[in-house]
């Protein structure tokens, strides 16, 4: 089945950590690849975006992800966490098997630490 | 400030009752997807309305339903509602790649 899976719900880090999240999906052909964040009572932002290429993406807040077509999978990092990082993820997929609906991925809660 | 306004920004109603939600796209844009996001998911696609149609529809009963007006704002009608409608509903704006979500509505049904 069509999905978009996101392996970690929950991480916890200390400032300056380096952070991956991952991102799966199963979709075939072409695909459109998208991270947003949800700050604490805030509106879900786009963080970054992917439509083709350069697989290495950057976005705001010193935040990167890479697509790597063979694995299916459209990870996000960041060098260096700050407390300000504590939101929930949301990795998304706009397939064109699946017309113009973004897929969501579950989410991934991060709550870094002072 | 996201571009997309939705109003109400919470609600409560009662199991069995109908709901209208309302939403203004960002300047420029012209496609007006709604999600919902129950409690610890993501958000879930619903429909999407451009040029005033539903373009697409996501895997929801048809007491879920929308309009668009000509000045591309957009509303979701839920009919029948159940406990399990509680969520937060989403609308996003498209003018190009990507969408712009507004901040959502609330809905808690008791």
């Known amino acids: 089945a069509q999905s978009v899976s996101q392996h970690n719900h929950h991480v916890i880090l200390s400032e300056a950590a380096s952070l991956e999240l991952g991102c799966n999906y199963s979709?075939?052909?072409?695909?459109?690849l998208f991270w947003y964040v949800q700050y604490p009572g805030q509106h879900l932002q786009l963080l970054l975006k992917y439509f083709s290429g350069d697989p290495l993406v950057k976005g705001i807040k010193g935040f990167e992800a890479e697509f790597i077509k063979s694995k299916f999978s459209f990870n996000l990092r960041k060098p260096s966490v700050q407390w300000s990082d504590t939101a929930e993820y949301f990795c998304?997929?706009?397939?064109?098997?699946?017309?113009?609906?973004?897929?969501f991925g579950k989410g991934t809660s991060l709550l870094v630490t002072p | 400030d996201a571009g997309v306004t939705q109003s109400p920004t919470h609600l409560i109603k009662t199991r069995g009752q109908q709901v209208t939600l309302r939403c203004s796209p960002k300047s420029g844009h012209d496609t007006v997807s709604w999600y919902q996001q129950a409690l610890g998911q993501g958000p879930q696609f619903i429909f999407q309305y451009y040029e005033e149609e539903e373009r697409q529809r996501g895997n929801f009963p048809d007491r879920f339903s929308g309009h668009q007006f000509p000045n591309y704002s957009s509303e979701l009608n839920v009919n029948a509602l159940l406990l399990g409608d509680s969520a937060l509903y989403l609308c996003?704006?498209?003018?190009?790649?990507?969408?712009?979500f507004g901040q959502g509505t609330r809905l808690t049904v008791v």
């Open positions: 998304a997929v706009n397939a064109l098997e699946a017309g113009y609906a973004l897929n």
């Open positions: 979709y075939g052909g072409t695909v459109n």
């Open positions: 996003a704006s498209t003018g190009g790649k990507g969408a712009f």
